[in-house]
């Protein structure tokens, strides 16, 4: 089993619509968690993160996290075709220097 | 926002040569710096960890004489895939973890095709 399990996709939605993406993670020690999202033969790009249980709010972008299920959502409101990307889900059991654990990667593509 | 910069974005190179990737810190100092890489259509994988002044920590599997890994500065780590082979051909990415800075800030990425 592997530590993080992300549905690879891929997800098409039409545009304005409500995206969920998700995420859930077999190791309890994890404290840290974050969204990336990658375009293309591009590098990931940090979209928001969060510490231990709770909502986060950043735009069009919330990520929840519930850690009694092990699950974390990211949610994509008024969905744009420029948030059609790859996106990571990414895990840490400490602040700073820890290596991060990934998901597989979600393909979204939103239809204008 | 901090930057990572990394260099080249792509290169060809023959078969058995060497090729240096560099990952540069622009706006903070990267105690710690994290290479991957990602093959199409797939998450990324770690290879290493290298810490300033230290020697890098490999991933299992992956081979340490063949991707020499120096991070002679708080602002700079090297990849050096050595003697390359069609199979080596991928997509690299670097990042780096500031002191001050939350969560892994990613480079551009490197995609080495070896012919």
């Known amino acids: 089993q592997k530590e993080v399990e992300q549905d690879p996709g891929p997800l098409s939605v039409p545009e304005g619509a409500i995206v969920s993406l998700n995420c859930t993670y077999s190791?309890?020690?994890?404290?840290?968690f974050m969204w990336y999202r990658q375009y293309s033969r591009k590098g990931p790009e940090l979209l928001m993160y969060?510490?231990?249980?709770g909502n986060k709010e950043d735009g069009r972008f919330t990520a929840q996290v519930d850690k009694s299920s092990k699950y974390i959502s990211l949610f994509i409101r008024d969905s744009q075709p420029s948030d059609s990307a790859t996106y990571l889900c990414?895990?840490?059991?400490?602040?700073?220097?820890?290596?991060?654990?990934f998901g597989t990667g979600t393909r979204l593509t939103i239809i204008p | 926002g901090a930057v990572v910069s990394q260099h080249p974005s792509w290169v060809i190179c023959k078969s058995g040569t060497s090729v240096k990737i560099e990952c540069r810190s622009l706006d903070f100092q990267a105690t710690t710096m994290f290479w991957y890489r990602q093959f199409p259509k797939q998450s990324l994988m770690l290879m290493a960890t290298s810490n300033e002044g230290s020697k890098a920590t490999y991933e299992q599997g992956v081979e340490k004489d063949k991707f020499l890994i120096n991070h002679a500065s708080l602002t700079l780590s090297t990849l050096t895939v050595t003697s390359a082979h069609p199979e080596d051909s991928s997509f690299y990415i670097c990042s780096a973890n500031g002191q001050a800075a939350f969560g892994a800030f990613f480079g551009q990425g490197t995609r080495l095709t070896v012919v």
């Open positions: 990414a895990m840490s059991t400490n602040f700073g220097n820890e290596k991060l654990t």
């Open positions: 190791n309890s020690a994890f404290q840290y």
């Open positions: 969060t510490y231990s249980s």
